[in-house]
């Protein structure tokens, strides 16, 4: 088994295929989609190790990069804080008050039309908006139920109307709520809800988790559309 960790998951997979291994790799991690674009991905972990003969086959654990899992133990150096520095004044900030939409806030339009929903863009908003009221079109496009619960799901939602081929921004959840907790209003609030609803929905911002490349949020209201 070749050395693949630190590579992109495309080269890695190259790497095996040379060494002469030509079944499937099995491929740990990649988000709730998946791996969609190889090049996109890290290798952190692989099994066997290097050098080890291969029994079964091979697996690779990915993440956007591994170095972000890491504690930064060294203090950022000028090009870092530059870097920080030009990211915090490119960013458009409404008046507090306001729910942050897609009128009022350049920053969300980009956000809500961004087709990488692993990009940088995604975790720069959630730093920059933590805490805030954001509103916009979605879909449910899945629901599953919250470890045991009967009662309590995690809801993935995109932006946009339903579409079983096509997901538009970032990778959206709400984690652990229940029905009463999405706060249904308007004419058409029905008794339940599911995959390919399409809502209008009024959140607060929530944390991006890098290594599953969700959007965390917590519904406010929401309405059916």
């Not at 969300?108 to 995604?122: S, V």
């Amino acid at each position: 088994m070749p050395s693949v960790v630190g590579l992109q998951l495309d080269v890695a997979l190259s790497d095996i295929k040379d060494a002469g291994f030509t079944d499937d790799v099995e491929i740990i991690g990649g988000g709730m989609l998946g791996v969609v674009v190889e090049s996109n991905w890290q290798v952190c972990e692989q099994s066997p190790g290097a050098g080890a003969t291969v029994v079964d086959k091979p697996a690779l654990t990915v993440e956007r990069s591994c170095d972000a899992a890491a504690p930064d133990t060294q203090p950022p150096d000028s090009t870092t804080a530059a870097t920080a520095t030009t990211t915090a004044a490119t960013a458009t900030t409404p008046v507090e008050a306001e729910h942050l939409t897609v009128e009022n806030s350049a920053d969300l339009a980009a956000l809500l039309a961004e087709p990488d929903y692993c990009a940088d863009r995604i975790a720069a908003f959630a730093e920059t908006y933590r805490g805030r009221i954001i509103e916009f079109d979605g879909n449910i496009a899945a629901m599953n139920r919250h470890g045991d619960s009967e009662t309590r799901f995690d809801i993935l939602l995109y932006a946009g109307d339903y579409s079983e081929t096509v997901a538009i921004g970032p990778a959206i959840q709400f984690r652990d709520v229940n029905y009463q907790d999405l706060h249904l209003t308007g004419p058409n609030a029905p008794d339940s809800v599911g995959q390919g609803i399409n809502l209008h929905i009024t959140a607060e911002v929530g944390e991006y988790e890098a290594g599953s490349c969700l959007f965390l949020l917590n519904p406010v209201s929401t309405e059916v559309r």
